[in-house]
């Protein structure tokens, strides 16, 4: 093996410099690109449980209407015993389909939309660990 000079050692150096400054770099990079991934996963589960608490929220009116609609329908019923009754039945039974429709589809929207965890950066954050640890013993 050559000795090397002076002048040999401080190039070196400063490409083991160069490297460890570009490796920081890289993990710093690695890290925050990490963290945005994360926070919008989270932010994107957050919007979808906000369209399901609307749809819950339209619901509600439409269950007390219906209630509303069949008290009516059963004062009615008790007091005149004509087809008004019939009517007001008619309309509680629509009012509370309506808002059986929205209350599925809030319910599957919660269902779809999962915990608000961001799966796919700890998927991506496990397999970063798992390279870094295969590189370390390679």
């Given amino acids: ?8 050692l401080m190039f070196a150096a400063d490409r083991v410099q ?3 400054r570009r490796l920081r770099e890289d993990v710093a990079a690695l890290i925050h690109s990490e963290i945005d991934l994360a926070k919008t996963e ?8 906000a369209k399901a608490a609307v749809f819950i ?17 059963a004062i009615a019923v008790l ?6 009754w019939a009517s007001a039945l008619i309309v509680g039974g629509a009012l ?3 808002a059986l429709i929205f209350a ?13 965890m961001p799966e796919e950066a700890i998927v991506e954050a496990k397999a970063t660990v798992d390279d870094r640890k295969e590189a370390r013993t390679a």
């Fill in 1 to 8: 093996m050559r000795p090397r000079g002076t002048l040999g």
């Fill in 18 to 20: 160069d490297l460890l």
């Fill in 42 to 49: 989270v932010i994107e589960k957050i919007k979808m449980h």
């Fill in 57 to 73: 929220a339209i619901a509600i009116p439409f269950v007390l209407l219906a209630l509303l609609a069949f008290l009516f329908g």
């Fill in 79 to 84: 007091a005149l015993a004509v087809p008004l």
């Fill in 96 to 98: 509370l389909f309506v």
């Fill in 104 to 116: 599925f589809m809030g319910i599957r929207s919660v269902r779809k939309a999962g915990m608000p």
